[in-house]
Structure formats: structure tokens, C-alpha cells
């Protein structure tokens, strides 16, 4: 149990454009989801913390119009990276916590922009 | 705030050499989870262990131990006769439990853990 997807596994977008990207747990409903970047060779840094039913909590020096979250259900939370650019290449993943306290990790989506 | 310190960026051991990883947190908070994941080259994180800070048994787990030490503040991995699928980047990472936080993760800047036959 406690399986997170993300998809897509990877895109490659032009620079301009905007990208969703998709974080559902699969068998359990969860209240709280969370998105990080990690950029090649570093560590994830957490973008922002999500839950259901209400605004996207961001951290520090993360523009929140430019990536647009939205967790509309309890299994579903969206990444949307608005007017890509190079440098948002990446690799996102997004993480979801249950009625627990353990977080389970989707398996990422590496973002290219051109 | 919280910090996760991995002063070892990479690691190289030849199979079957033990090694170990080091941790070392900073946190206010007296309650507090630590955590181990593992990142093979394809990405998706792996979840090794996660220990409360009032549990400071060490704990084995096959070839895998975890030596947590609250004086020193450090939460070590260790494992034993390393093989070739071992190597990968390995996370720590650490979650204060205080009111009005949703059990953030701060991560250290992980240890690349290289085993060559």
C-alpha cells in the first residue's frame, strides 16, 4: 500500500509554455501533499506544502504565480509551472501524507525546458 | 531552524567493505523524526527508516544499521559488506513535530556512495 504516481515521468517544453504536472496517491486518501525540486547532484528543496480543500503553503523565494498548485481532491494534487523557462528544468517530486505521519514519495518528473 | 548536515558528499568502497554514512541534525524542537532514504540513479526516493527522538535504540535491519546518538546530535548509517546495488545517493532527513507545521522535511545534501567490485 501507500503507492504515490506522478505523471508525466518526464516532459520537454519550450520555453514560454506552461506544464502540469499530476501527484496521486493511489490507495489511500491524502490531507496533506508536498512538492520539491531537486536539481542535478543536489538535494530536494521543498517548493510548498498543499492541502486539501485549501491554499498552497509556499516557501520562502518560490514564486507561487509562477508554479500554480492546486489540490482539488484527496488523492489528487497539481503542479502547474507557468511561462517555463530553462532554468525550471528540473526534477519535481511530490511527496503525500495520510492519516499518519510517514510522507511517500512519487518517483519524480524531470522536467526539461528548450 | 532545522538542519541536516552530510559533510560526506561521495564515497567510494570496494564490495563487501562496510561503510558508513554520517548525519548530523540541528533542531530546537525536543520531539523530532530523523530519516533515511536512498536515491538509485532512476530517481524515486527510497525509504529506509525513520526514528523518533525519544527512541535512541539502534537498529539493524540485514545488512543495514542505524547508530542514533541525541548527545551528539548525529544519526549515522551504516552498512555492512557493501554490494554493488548500494550505490546511490543517500538522504538524511529530519521533521520537527511543532504545532501549525505539516511534518516538513529538511534533507541533507545527500552522500553519492559509490561500490566497485
Known amino acids: 500500500g501507500a503507492v504515490v504516481s506522478q505523471h508525466p515521468s518526464w516532459v520537454i517544453c519550450k520555453s514560454g509554455t506552461s506544464v502540469k504536472i499530476e501527484c496521486r496517491s493511489l490507495d489511500f486518501q491524502a490531507t496533506t501533499m508536498f512538492w520539491y525540486r531537486q536539481f542535478p547532484k543536489q538535494s530536494l528543496m521543498l517548493m510548498a506544502t498543499s492541502n486539501e480543500g485549501s491554499k498552497a503553503t509556499y516557501e520562502q523565494g518560490v514564486e507561487k504565480d509562477k508554479f500554480l498548485i492546486n489540490h482539488a481532491s484527496l488523492t489528487l494534487s497539481t503542479l502547474t509551472v507557468t511561462s517555463a523557462h530553462p532554468e525550471d528544468s528540473s526534477f519535481y517530486i511530490c511527496?503525500?501524507?495520510?492519516?499518519?505521519?510517514?510522507?511517500?514519495f512519487g518517483p519524480g518528473t524531470r522536467l526539461t525546458v528548450t | 531552524a532545522q538542519k541536516v548536515t552530510q559533510a560526506q558528499t561521495e564515497i567510494s568502497v570496494v564490495e563487501k567493505e562496510d561503510v558508513t554514512l554520517d548525519c548530523v541534525y540541528e533542531t530546537r524542537d525536543t520531539t523530532y523524526y530523523l530519516f533515511w532514504y536512498k536515491q538509485p540513479p532512476s530517481g524515486e526516493l527510497v525509504f529506509l527508516i525513520r526514528?523518533?527522538?525519544?527512541?535512541?535504540q539502534n537498529e539493524i535491519s540485514g545488512r543495514y544499521s542505524w547508530n542514533f546518538q541525541k548527545s551528539t546530535s548525529s544519526f549515522n548509517f551504516t552498512i555492512t559488506a557493501s554490494q554493488v546495488v548500494d550505490s546511490a545517493v543517500y538522504f538524511c532527513a529530519l521533521s520537527e513535530v511543532s504545532s501549525g507545521t505539516a511534518s516538513k522535511l529538511t534533507f541533507g545534501t545527500g552522500t553519492r556512495l559509490q561500490v566497485t567490485l
Open positions: 511527496s503525500a501524507r495520510g492519516r499518519g505521519y510517514e510522507q511517500y
Open positions: 526514528r523518533n527522538s525519544f527512541d535512541e
